[in-house]
């Protein structure tokens, strides 16, 4: 038998007996979640049917463009104009909606503005792994599951169909300009094609593979090439038609492979209840207890959608095409492909070591084979391509973390530090000023000089966080000056990180003002940017004149009372005086208190923003979901966890929401939570016992975590003693 034949034979016996599995599945915490909770407001979140870490999010596009529709869907919008393959999801930028159908029964005319028809809230179900709606214009009701990397749509046309059509739409995407596409009928049930855009991802190649359960009567268009065609069926009254839509980074080929070792039958409710199954048995990593069932909602719905991306980018073969532009054959791990990185290197990377360790292998050989690919890690990753959206090194966190905490094997240490390193010396970006002068310069031409500096300084960091856990002492003494150089940006007079230029000087700012966002800052301002030294704590407190200065001026974020300017980026949402909750940059901020021994005011705001800034509507995020960052933030600190510094072994201490969670830690052994006299009031820590025994500090060790055990809380309406007042 050769590889392709024994991979296909494989996947389909794995497939097969995880399907009899996951029918069977407990999906007692389906309930807990609703897709919508943040399609409305700017949550950006994605909706449609898909399966954790799936190639295929299968769902509608609505007709709505613009910054707030970046995943292709708002909850505002009350039309439609196809069921595409790929959606974001939280992003601040807008891509992928590809290989779109649309079903109808009469001709439409071949354009957005033709294909699109109302619906109604009323008629449409999101649940994971499935979504359904009614099209009002010829009451065809929609259904879509899916596998990893195939959609199965099921239209129910109404009483009186007898020319049933539906679209193949490969022009209308989200956001970006299509470069070149072809569709052909391969026999009476199926076709076959590419679509290859220009966006976010510059060179985007996706092919596809649909079968349909009836003979296409007609397959229209105007010529193969076309970015439009249609496939009718004579379909009895009232009668289904379905269809299967594979896709593949490689080939047409690799999506007909994909189909057949996925998805071989049409049994609809099968694959929806192994859908259904699969997320489950992810989201029972956490089994959590809230005192309401508005704060389970909240919780359960954040925790699946951490669980979106990095998503699959390779055929069951192990095939997939590279940041590098070529087909990589056989890959015995999964490659991986949307990393919202300057995001998720936050908040979603530590989570993901507490209850993913499955999942790391893949990422872990994945950022290797992208340094290897591309000459550096990651900076954000989409579709095969690398983006280089936003500043920094934000892919170094995450692997010096994993390297930090022994996720990252024995016999791949050595590559991994070698991928930073690369990473970290590369000439572009303004990094090798970071070398030189231990900041980038605002006068070199960069941009954002502030907002990269920083950023790379805690990268510097993490890096030699990793080093030092590897013995390598000269190279973490080499990393030591770009892991300080946020001290050269520290204005002691403002007491905000300013612009420096190349002669040292401090950039000249006429008309400063902390709350607005100027060229120097990354989707941020001053007072948002002041704080961001997680990797180094200590070091930004010897800043201020005492410990006590230090705190005032972080009171001072969250009381401060100024309008952002007129063309601030609108990423800078969910203040709370200057402190920004709804973009990434302050995410550890209230958090920081605790290094100055005063952990009750971090339980106070941490609480605040839980209880105002969260909720279980479809507006309930106060900003981008961003691939899991935002709500990765709330399932931590609903835990009372959170992990402020880059590359480390510690989670701080909060507040817990939970009245109880276990953790499955892997290895067959829990980390359990429990949380005594709690209550709306009672935000405030007391004393902890860790295994039974009381625990001296305001944080936790990984290592503490993840050998199993019990963290006991005890909660009280006022600040604790000791430590804790």
């Not at 389909?12 to 407001?41: R, W």
């Not at 024995?410 to 590369?426: D, E, M």
């Not at 856990?469 to 520290?490: H, M, N, V, W």
């Not at 009750?600 to 106060?622: F, H, M």
Request: a neutral charge; hydrophobic letters at 40%; proline letters at 6%.
């Amino acid at each position: 038998m050769n590889k392709i034949c024994l991979s296909l034979a494989l996947a389909a016996l794995v497939g097969t007996a995880a399907a009899q599995t996951e029918t069977k599945a407990d999906t007692s915490l389906l309930q807990y979640v609703d897709p919508l909770i943040g399609s409305g407001g700017h949550g950006h979140v994605g909706v449609g049917a898909n399966v954790p870490g799936g190639m295929v999010m299968a769902g509608p596009t609505v007709a709505g463009t613009g910054w707030d529709r970046t995943s292709g869907y708002h909850y505002s919008d009350d039309r439609i104009v196809g069921f595409a393959q790929t959606h974001l999801s939280g992003t601040g930028c807008a891509d992928l909606g590809d290989i779109a159908l649309m079903p109808a029964m009469q001709p439409v005319e071949l354009s957005r503005e033709g294909l699109a028809g109302t619906f109604s809230h009323a008629t449409e179900v999101a649940r994971p792994g499935y979504y359904a709606v009614t099209l009002e214009r010829d009451q065809v009701r929609v259904e879509a599951t899916a596998t990893d990397r195939v959609a199965l749509y099921r239209f129910t046309f109404p009483k009186g169909s007898n020319n049933a059509r539906v679209v193949i739409d490969l022009k209308n995407a989200v956001g970006d300009r299509l470069a070149a596409s072809r569709i052909f009928q391969i026999d009476e049930y199926s076709l076959a094609g590419f679509r290859h855009s220009h966006g976010w991802a510059a060179d985007q190649q996706l092919w596809f593979y649909i079968r349909f359960d009836k003979p296409i009567h007609r397959f229209l268009s105007e010529r193969p090439s076309s970015p439009y065609a249609q496939a009718t069926f004579e379909v009895e009254a009232g009668d289904r038609v379905m269809a299967k839509v594979a896709l593949s980074p490689t080939g047409e080929m690799g999506a007909m492979l994909n189909m057949r070792a996925e998805l071989p039958g049409w049994d609809f409710q099968q694959v929806r209840d192994m859908a259904a199954g699969r997320w489950n048995a992810e989201l029972a990593r956490i089994r959590a207890e809230l005192p309401t069932r508005e704060q389970m909602r909240t919780f359960y719905t954040a925790l699946y959608h951490t669980l979106f991306a990095p998503q699959l980018w390779n055929d069951v073969t192990g095939d997939y095409r590279g940041a590098d532009k070529k087909v990589h054959y056989g890959a015995m791990w999964n490659n991986l492909t949307t990393w919202s990185l300057w995001d998720t290197y936050r908040a979603l990377h530590p989570l993901y070591t507490l209850i993913m360790p499955h999942r790391m292998p893949d990422l872990i050989n994945t950022l290797l084979s992208i340094t290897q690919e591309q000459g550096e890690l990651p900076v954000w990753h989409l579709a095969g391509n690398e983006t280089y959206c936003m500043v920094g090194c934000p892919a170094v966190p995450v692997l010096a973390d994993l390297i930090v905490k022994g996720v990252v094997p024995r016999g791949q240490r050595q590559n991994a530090f070698a991928a930073i390193v690369k990473s970290l010396t590369r000439d572009s970006r303004g990094l090798p000023w970071m070398w030189s002068h231990g900041y980038v310069p605002d006068d070199v031409g960069e941009g954002e000089s502030v907002s990269k500096s920083l950023e790379y300084s805690l990268a510097f960091g993490a890096a030699q966080q990793a080093a030092s856990a590897l013995g390598l002492k000269e190279d973490s003494a080499a990393l030591e000056a770009g892991a300080q150089g946020y001290r050269k940006l520290f204005d002691a007079g403002r007491r905000y990180m300013m612009p420096r230029l190349r002669d040292g000087s401090f950039k000249p700012m006429p008309g400063f003002n902390p709350c607005h966002q100027t060229a120097e800052y990354t989707e941020g301002t001053p007072w948002q940017y002041a704080w961001l030294v997680p990797h180094d704590v200590p070091g930004l407190v010897s800043l201020y004149p005492s410990p006590r200065d230090f705190a005032l001026h972080l009171d001072s974020l969250f009381l401060a009372s100024g309008a952002l300017n007129a063309d601030a980026n609108p990423d800078i949402t969910g203040l709370i005086g200057q402190y920004a909750h709804g973009n990434e940059p302050g995410h550890h901020i209230p958090y920081l208190y605790n290094y100055v021994g005063r952990p009750w005011k971090t339980a106070e705001i941490v609480n605040q923003i839980k209880t105002t800034l969260y909720s279980d509507r479809p507006d309930g995020l106060c900003g981008n979901e961003d691939v899991g960052q935002m709500s990765a933030w709330y399932v931590l600190s609903a835990l009372g966890l959170y992990q402020v510094e880059p590359a480390s072994d510690r989670f701080q201490i909060g507040t817990p929401s939970v009245n109880r969670a276990t953790l499955d830690v892997g290895g067959g052994r829990t980390f359990t939570i429990t949380a005594r006299k709690t209550g709306p009031a009672n935000i405030y820590v007391q004393d902890i016992k860790l295994n039974g025994k009381p625990w001296p500090h305001t944080y936790i060790l990984y290592k503490d975590i993840v050998a199993g055990g019990t963290l006991e809380f005890t909660m009280s309406a006022k600040p604790g003693k000791g430590k804790w007042g």
